[in-house]
């Protein structure tokens, strides 16, 4: 079972940027399809960015902001995220699996997430 750790996140001002990077172990990433989700305070946890074979889909609050990308030789996924504002804040995760659905609630584990915070 492929595993994963994000990092990147941090503090950033509205209207600031940051790349989130999601580690994957295992061969078998490159097939996977992946997501991001991101859990606000108080909030359920929530899909924000998707990639699926060469399609990407995004959540309609950060569609024109985000991008969802990955590179299978490093096995690694990631989150360019410009424009931020303080509804972005909230632990970001990422997840993926061969088949099925990506829904948040599809997933029994999940990694430790990585902060992100946008105030000034």
């Known amino acids: 079972q492929v595993q994963f750790v994000e990092s990147g996140g941090g503090l950033v001002q509205p209207g600031g940027s940051l790349r989130l990077s999601c580690a994957a172990s295992?061969?078998?990433?490159?097939?996977?399809?992946m997501g991001w989700y991101r859990q606000a305070p108080g909030k359920q946890r929530e899909l924000v960015a998707i990639i699926r074979g060469g399609s990407t889909n995004y959540a309609d609050s950060v569609k024109g902001r985000f991008t969802i990308s990955r590179d299978n030789a490093k096995n690694t996924l990631y989150l360019q995220m410009n424009s931020l504002n303080a509804e972005d804040t909230g632990i970001y995760y990422c997840?993926?699996?061969?088949?099925?659905?990506?829904?948040?609630?599809?997933?029994?584990?999940w990694g430790q997430g990585t902060q992100v915070t946008v105030s000034s």
């Open positions: 997840n993926g699996k061969l088949f099925g659905g990506l829904d948040p609630r599809d997933f029994d584990s």
């Open positions: 295992g061969s078998i990433f490159s097939i996977y399809a």
